[in-house]
Structure formats: structure tokens, C-alpha cells
């Protein structure tokens, strides 16, 4: 089991970007790092037992993403919301719960047609609870200040009563409050953002399972390993912005999972989780990959790298997106061969 999904995650964490991305080669020394808090075993096999072992037919289980911020990704990025519908289709198909997607306003609608595309349709959140077949719940995060954060954080977890709270790709502040792009830059320069991560402070708070996807650690989850990513990610511990405290985000998960593309890190629980319920079509498969990122890039999200709304995922286009759900699928499915 394990040495299986230590073949997801190296899959995971290699370096595919433009022009070979140097710094996408950071993604393995941060991956070592978070390991090390889990006695070193493959983190998409952590994560996956954790939600498996929390989350039982009829909890809810809350998944973020944010990475809308003016000029640059007005609708957010293809990064993120494809993690999103990936884990929605695994814990509604698997363990027959209720995924709600909680995102900002601006990130809302790729995010809602992505999951629409992965096979689950996406409803208010009030509806959402009493629908029986393939549906996704959704909350718009629209706070941007302290005081009005905390109680629509609080308001939505008293009325979700979630077993976990999964984070992919969502831009978190540093020790300054800071939110920044992986370049270095202040992403609230212009536009103040919804505060997604007293989500986060409010599960913690209450003992909720928390999980974060990142790649480049200016996200959800990177605090819990903080002192790495300030070492080994350029900008993280002195950024481009007049803070000059570092990209590094402070908000910790209880598990952080490091991937070269947050998305396939997202894939990887999923696949986990279909290898660990002998049930590998929880994870997407290619085809439905192709209809996840046109539907995400049709609704405004553009390629981080590219800043397009284009077929492609942080530089890795279709054909390498497709690539990695099906190396996924044989990784899993030749091991359930094997059992």
C-alpha cells in the first residue's frame, strides 16, 4: 500500500512547467519536509486514510479554492478548481457525502462549472443537503475584513458541521497578513480579498480535520511547514511587495501536501482514495479531465503561466494534464491487481 502511493506522489511532485520552471524543483524538497511530520509515509495515503477515517455517508466535507485578484486572474487560475471537483467527485461517489465548495465570488464560476463537468451538479448549499444523487454544495465567501470574516466563517461551519475542510491552491497571508502571487507581488495591491482562511482558523479551532494542497507555498496549508518553504521557495522569506516579509504563507493544515501542480496533488488523494475503496474510478478519467479544464477555462480561469484561459494547467498543457490522470489510473489499477 504505501509503495504505492509513494509512486503517486513522485509522480505528482515532478517538475513538468515552461522552460523546465527551475523553481517548479522546489516541490520535492518541500514534499520531504511535510513527510517528515508524517513519520515520512506518501502524504496522498495520509490525507486519503484521514478523510476516509473522518468523513462517514451523509457528513459534509467543505473544499476551498481562491486565486481570483485583480488584473492578473480576474476569474482565478485552471490551478485549483479541477483539485476541487476531483476530491467533490471522490467523496461524493466514494464515501456518498456531501462535498460544498466555499469559494470567493469572483472564483465562484469556475469553479461551479468544473465540478459540473466532473459529473456532479452544483446547488446552494440549503438545497444541496437534501438532494439524494451526483450534487455538489456551494457558499460564496464574500468577507474581506476581520470581524465580518470570522462570523461568516463561524456561520458556515455551525451550518455545515463539516468533517474536514480541504484547501487547493487558495492564496493564504504571511505573518503580516499579506497575501502575495508566487512572483513576489501583493495580489490585494488593487482589490481587497475574501478572507477564506478564518475558514481554516475555525476548524482548527473546533478540532475539524484540515487538509492543504499547495505548490508554490504561498497557499492554505504552507504554514505547517513554514520554515521549508521560507528556505527553499524564491520570494518566500523576502518578497517583491513593500511588506518585504516573504511570500510564505502562515496558515497551517494538519496535513500539507506539496505537488508540483496543486491539482495533481488533489488527484493523488483521489486516487488514493479510489485504490483504498478498490474503487479507481473515483478518480477521473481523462476524458472527463479534458471536460473539467474546458469548462474551467470557458468560464474565465486562465493558465497561471500562460495568463490565458486556455487548456492548460501552470504551463502543462491537455495532453500532460491527461497524462497524469491516466499514469494515476494504471499506477492504482495495476496495483489493485495485485491485492
Known sequence: MEETAKNVDRLV???????????????PALYESASQKYDNKPISLVAAQKIIEQVKEGDRVIIVDQFAYYPNMPYGETDGPLGVASLARAIRYGLNALPVVVTSPKDMEPARQTVKAAGLNVLAYSEAKGFKSAAAGEFIFDATDESQSKKLAAKIIDECAPKAVISVETIGPNNKGVKHSGSGYDTEAQDNLPDLEYLFYEAASRKILTIGVIDRGN???SGTIEEAVRKIT??????????KSGT???????????????????????AMMGYLLKKPSLLQDDDTERRMLEACAMAGAVDGIA???IMGVDG????????????????????????
Not at 13 to 27: L, N, S
Not at 234 to 243: D, K, M, Q, S, V
Not at 251 to 270: C, E, L, Q
Not at 316 to 339: D, S
Open 316 to 339: 502543462v498543457g491537455l495532453k500532460g494534464q491527461q497524462g497524469i490522470v491516466n499514469l494515476l489510473h494504471a499506477i492504482i489499477e495495476n496495483a489493485l491487481r495485485g491485492t
Open 248 to 270: 510564505a504563507c502562515a496558515v497551517k493544515t494538519d496535513i500539507v501536501f506539496p505537488a508540483s501542480v496543486s491539482n495533481w496533488g488533489a488527484y493523488a488523494i483521489s
Open 307 to 309: 495568463g490565458q484561459p
Open 234 to 243: 524564491p520570494y518566500a522569506n523576502t518578497c517583491r511587495c513593500p511588506c
Open 13 to 27: 511532485t515532478t517538475g513538468a512547467g515552461w522552460g523546465g520552471r527551475p523553481d517548479r524543483w522546489i516541490v
Open 219 to 221: 497557499e492554505i496549508g
